[in-house]
Structures are given as C-alpha cells and as structure tokens.
C-alpha cells in the first residue's frame, strides 16, 4: 500500500526543523522504520515530513563530564559499533544489538524509537534502568525529563507538538549490566524484557538495579526485588517471594504474540534466571 500525498523537508539545522513543525501539520521522520509501515497503512498521513537526517548536531556521541550524550539521530548499529558507547556505557550497546535485524539496526534511532515509544523497544528499561534523561526541544525552550517520566504508555511520551528529541543523557554507571531479551525469533519485538544492573563488593551485591520492558504502562523498575537484595550476599531465594508479588502487580502488553499472564511467566523465569546466574558467576565483582 502507498501512503497519501506528503511534502518533503530536507533542513539542515534544528532551528529549520522547528520552524518546519511549529504549525503542526508536519511530523519528524528519523530512520523511517516505523513511521513509514504506519504511513503505509494510511494509520498516519502527515501533510509533511521532515527528515532530520541531515541535522549534523543530532549525530554526535559525546561524553561531557560524567554522562554519556547520545543524539536523537544515532542509529541502532552506531550504538553497537560505538566504541565511545563501548567503554562507556556497554549495556546500552548490548540492548542496540539485540533491535530488529542489520537492516532495522542500520536505519532506526534512539530517537525514533523513544519518540514511537513501542512498548516492546529494547531501550526502555534500559534508559531507566541507567536513569538516563532525555532532552527535548521546542522554538522556545529546551527541556529535560527524566525517563521515567518520559514515556506515559504504549506510543504515548511526555513530547509536545512541534517539539523534537534531541538527545539522550546517560550517567555513568559504575558497575555491569546485562540485557534479556525473550522473543520467539531473534529479530521479532520482545515479549519479555529485562536489563540488569549490578555492582559485586566483596561478595556482596553493593547495588541492584532492574528494569522491566514490554509493558502497557511503559518500563518499571522491580524496586522490591533490588531493596530486598541490596546490600547482602548474592541470594536469589532470598527475594523470590518478592519478585512473586512484583511481577504478579505488573501490566505487561497482552497481545497475540503473548498474552499478560504467560509474559508476567516469562519476566519472573528472566529475572529469577539473571539473579541465579548472577550467584553463580566468578567474575562478578568490579566494574
Ligand atoms: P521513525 O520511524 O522515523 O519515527 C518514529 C516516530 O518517532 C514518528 O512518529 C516520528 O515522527 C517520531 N520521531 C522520530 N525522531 C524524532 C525526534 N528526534 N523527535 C521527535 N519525534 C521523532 N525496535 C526495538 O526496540 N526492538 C526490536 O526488536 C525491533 N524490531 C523491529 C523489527 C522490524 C522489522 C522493524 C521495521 C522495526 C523494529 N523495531 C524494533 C523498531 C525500530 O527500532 C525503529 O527504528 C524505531 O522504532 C523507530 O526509529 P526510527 O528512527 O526508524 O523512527
């Protein structure tokens, strides 16, 4: 199917761009990978696009200070080949990897992929997990918002008309992190979605952070779980009980590809499954 009749804006500076969707009647277009199929579907018909793709300041990857600036336009393999993203922040680059196919990978961005906020995109509980910010900008302000306030529900962001997501801040995270992504093929949207950070002092689990994905209601943290463990020797008994009563309480997407019940299954066996492996592993401790 084609999509309806559209103008096409190519600017080359975000003041352009933003004059460009003041009126409204004009939608971003970053990678294209998901505005396009809704285009196609005629779900969407924006009069006009306005491709950011030749906006340079959208591009760059930039450490400054103690966080991690990546911009909206980065696209999901930049991330995984990033080797600024490497040192700093592997996690992130562990949850690009496992986006869709090379292709998806090739042209979708970090900031399309919070702008459509699909409840299944493999940032969300990343970002929160790593209690990243988000930095939007309009013709007259530019504002910050905290990712757990960024995102209000399935396709639904704190983003107002005619603004634009211009990068995502990411504070150092000084311990390691894991991503699990359950989907029936690797390249499909996840059904279940777990990241996992972590810190090992000694033997103890010095801190614990867990992010939920694929949720109705945008990500959540198992905060329960990560105050019940915090703190103490590495034992996931310890906390299943917890992780019983936190899973049990959240509103996962109920959908063909899974229905609430089996995904609320599928995120206790992931969690439970980390924490076990996190006992386990030797090589926990440092950073
Ligand atoms: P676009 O499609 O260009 O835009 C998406 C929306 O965001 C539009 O509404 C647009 O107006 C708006 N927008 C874009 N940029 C901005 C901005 N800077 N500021 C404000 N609004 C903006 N994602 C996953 O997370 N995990 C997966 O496993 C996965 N699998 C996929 C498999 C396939 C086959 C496909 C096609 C997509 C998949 N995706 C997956 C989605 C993919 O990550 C997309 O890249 C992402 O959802 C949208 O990014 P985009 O750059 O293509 O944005």
């Known amino acids: 199917m084609y999509p309806s009749n559209f103008e096409y804006y190519r600017p ?3 003041n352009e761009a933003l004059e460009l969707l ?3 009647e004009c939608r971003p277009i970053a990678g294209g990978q998901s505005l396009v199929p809704l285009m196609k579907l005629r779900i969407v018909a924006p009069k006009c ?5 030749r906006i340079e300041s959208l591009r760059t990857i ?5 966080v991690l600036k990546v911009g909206a336009m980065v696209t999901h393999e930049e991330i995984v080949e990033s080797q600024i993203i490497e040192e700093f922040s592997p996690v992130l680059a562990l949850t690009a990897e496992s986006i869709g196919d090379l292709q998806v990978r090739n042209r979708g961005t970090i900031g399309g992929s919070l702008a459509h906020a699909d409840p299944s995109a493999n940032y969300l509980p990343t970002l929160l997990a790593l209690e990243a910010e988000v930095v939007v900008v309009s013709p007259l302000a530019r504002r910050v918002v905290p990712m757990a306030d960024f995102v209000k529900g399935p396709y ?3 983003l107002r008309q005619g603004e634009l997501l211009e990068a995502v801040m990411i504070p150092r995270y000084r311990g390691r992190g894991i991503v699990e992504k359950f989907a029936i093929r690797k390249a499909d949207f996840a059904i279940g979605l777990v990241t996992m950070l972590y810190k090992v002092i000694e033997g103890k ?3 614990l952070r867990l992010a ?3 949720l109705a209601t ?3 943290r198992l905060r329960k779980v990560e105050e019940k463990l915090r703190g103490g020797e590495l034992n996931p008994k310890a906390a299943e009980d917890v992780l019983k009563e936190e899973v049990a309480l959240l509103q996962p997407v109920d959908d063909i590809h899974g229905g609430a019940e089996y995904r609320r299954r599928v995120i206790f066996t992931l969690v439970k499954r980390m924490l076990e492996g996190l006992a386990r592993g030797r090589d926990n401790e440092g950073q």
């Open 156 to 158: 639904t962001t704190d």
């Open 12 to 14: 080359s500076n975000l």
């Open 22 to 24: 003041a009126n409204g």
């Open 218 to 220: 945008g990500p959540v």
């Open 205 to 207: 689990l010095d801190d």
């Open 212 to 214: 939920v994905g694929a």
């Open 62 to 66: 930039a450490i400054e200070g103690d």
């Open 49 to 53: 696009l306005v491709d950011l793709g």
